[in-house]
């Protein structure tokens, strides 16, 4: 029982407190969003930022041979911010533009970030809702990939995929401005590697992300369902079905 001495729980108790902050003096128990994570997530993530600007100007490339113009292709780039469903967009590009198979596909690559987002909720169940949905605006594979380092590090640092995010906007808008203006000079990006950079930046994050023994089980399940599902099935629903398949093993592992 608390006694008169005691100091309200619900009330600040520091400058840092009562400011929202998130430096050194904040109470190393809470979540907190402000600038220290903000900037830590920016600086975390500009290496890996500047690598996916490459994958950028290959959308770039593909959006310019697609017949897109370099205010559009910037455009989709600063609003959509999600370079599979990008490029799928401009795969499919057509005359007439067939939005049923645009949006279908785009859905199945998606819907991955529900469970993504759902893994963060340590950091999210502290924050207020415009700190959550800025946030998650900005969420990427990559920074979500960063995020959870820092949040499986003890961080409290709420404000890190926000800053984190920030950083990958930018460098793939700028990308992306870059390759629509090298448009046909560039040619075939594949045959620089660039579409393999993606791929790239997420194998340095998997070792990153390994945790013994006991990350064995879930990467495994999803391996063989994403194999097996893209053998089976048309489109990217591999994509989803075997982070689904993963998420599933997690759950019954923590609940038995």
Same mark, same amino acid.
């Given at each position: ?26 109470? =190393?128990?809470? +979540?907190?969003? %402000?600038?220290? &994570?903000?900037?830590? @997530?920016? $600086? /975390?993530?500009? =290496?890996?930022? +500047?690598?996916? %600007?490459?994958? &950028?100007?290959?959308? @770039?490339? $593909? /959006? ?17 911010? /999600? ?17 049923? /198979? ?73 990308s992306t401005v870059l390759g629509v203006l090298a448009g046909e000079s560039v040619g075939d990006p594949a045959r620089y590697g660039v579409d393999f950079i993606l791929a790239a930046v997420f194998v340095a994050l998997a070792v990153e992300l390994w945790d013994g ?37 997690e759950v019954v592992r923590h609940d038995g």
């Amino acid at each position: 029982m608390a006694t008169d001495t005691e100091p309200d729980a619900a009330a600040p108790t520091t400058a840092s407190d009562a400011t929202g902050g998130d430096g050194p003096d904040s109470d =190393p128990g809470r +979540v907190t969003f %402000g600038w220290d &994570g903000l900037r830590a @997530g920016f $600086l /975390a993530c500009l =290496p890996v930022a +500047v690598g996916v %600007g490459g994958y &950028g100007v290959a959308f @770039g490339v $593909l /959006a310019n041979q697609a017949g897109l113009s370099l205010a559009e292709a910037a455009l989709m780039s600063m609003t959509v911010f /999600a370079g599979a469903s990008q490029i799928i967009a401009v795969e499919l590009w057509a005359d007439p533009l067939p939005i049923a /198979a645009i949006v279908a596909t785009t859905f199945a690559v998606n819907v991955r970030y529900a469970l993504m987002g759902a893994a963060l909720q340590s950091w999210f169940r502290h924050l207020s809702p415009g700190e959550i949905y800025s946030s998650l605006v900005l969420m990427a594979d990559e920074n979500w990939a960063l995020s959870m380092q820092e949040l499986a590090s003890g961080s409290r640092r709420g404000a890190f995929l926000l800053g984190s995010g920030i950083a990958l906007w930018l460098c793939w808008v700028a990308s992306t401005v870059l390759g629509v203006l090298a448009g046909e000079s560039v040619g075939d990006p594949a045959r620089y590697g660039v579409d393999f950079i993606l791929a790239a930046v997420f194998v340095a994050l998997a070792v990153e992300l390994w945790d013994g023994r006991s990350t064995l089980a879930p990467w495994l399940v999803a391996l063989a369902t994403s194999v097996l599902a893209a053998t089976v099935l048309p489109g990217q629903w591999y994509i989803p079905l075997g982070g689904f398949a993963a998420a599933v093993v997690e759950v019954v592992r923590h609940d038995g």
